[in-house]
C-alpha cells in the first residue's frame, strides 16, 4: 500500500503577523482606554468562543475609544489594522490609526446594520489606501483599514460612534457626547506593515513581529 501521506503535505498554508500584544484581552494595560470600560468575556467570538469584549461609553463627554499603546513602525508605508466587532446597543464604530504629531491620522466610520464603512477622513500627512467591512458571520463584521502615514510610532484605536457620518476632530477621534450606555463588542485586533488585512493571528505579551505559517484547510481536492 505505501507510506501515508504526513497530514502536512496536505493542508494549504499561509503566513500572518500581529504587532499589537494581548490582540483578544483588552482588559490589559496596553489597551488604554478613553470614556470606555470592558466587560470581558461577554460574548461569543468568531472563533466560537466566549472571549469577545463588550466595549462601553461611561461617560458623557466627547470620544469613546479603546487604543493600542504605541508601536514601532516606519514612516511612510502602508500598515493596515483589523478588527472584529459587532453591533451591541450600538450600531456605529470607528476605527482609526494616528501618530498623535501633527494631526496626522486616517479615520473610518461603520455601520454594524448594513455592514457598509459610511465615512473616511484623513488628517495632515496620512494617506487611506484601503478600506473594507466584510462579515465574519453571527452578525460579526471583520473590519480593516490600511494607512501610509508620514511618522513613526503609531496608535491604533476602535471605539464607538453616534452616527454614520460625525465630527471627526484633529486627531481623527471622532465627537460626540455618549449617553453612557452604548456598546459595541470586539474582538481579535491585528495590526500588520502591508496593505492588505492578513490572516488574523491572536498574540498574548509578545506581539508576533515575524510572519509564521498558519494552517488554512485542506488544500483543493483532497
Known sequence: IGAPVAQS???DWNKGSNLLQYSEDF????WP???VTITANDATAPDGKTTAEKIIEVANTDYHLLGHSPLTTTANIPYTFSVFVKAGTNDFGTV????Y??????TIVFDLTNGTITKQQTG?????NNTTITSAGNDWYLVSLTATINN???YTYVGLSNSATPTISLYGVVNYLGNVANNIYAWGASMISG????PYVPTLATAQTSEVLLPQGLTTGR
Open 152 to 154: 513613526t510610532g503609531l
Open 96 to 99: 482609526l490609526i494616528n501618530s
Open 33 to 35: 482606554k478613553s470614556n
Open 27 to 30: 482588559t490589559q494595560s496596553n
Open 195 to 198: 496593505s492588505t488585512a492578513g
Open 9 to 11: 503535505a496536505v493542508m
Open 101 to 106: 504629531i501633527s494631526q496626522e491620522y486616517a
Open 124 to 128: 495632515s500627512g496620512a494617506t487611506i
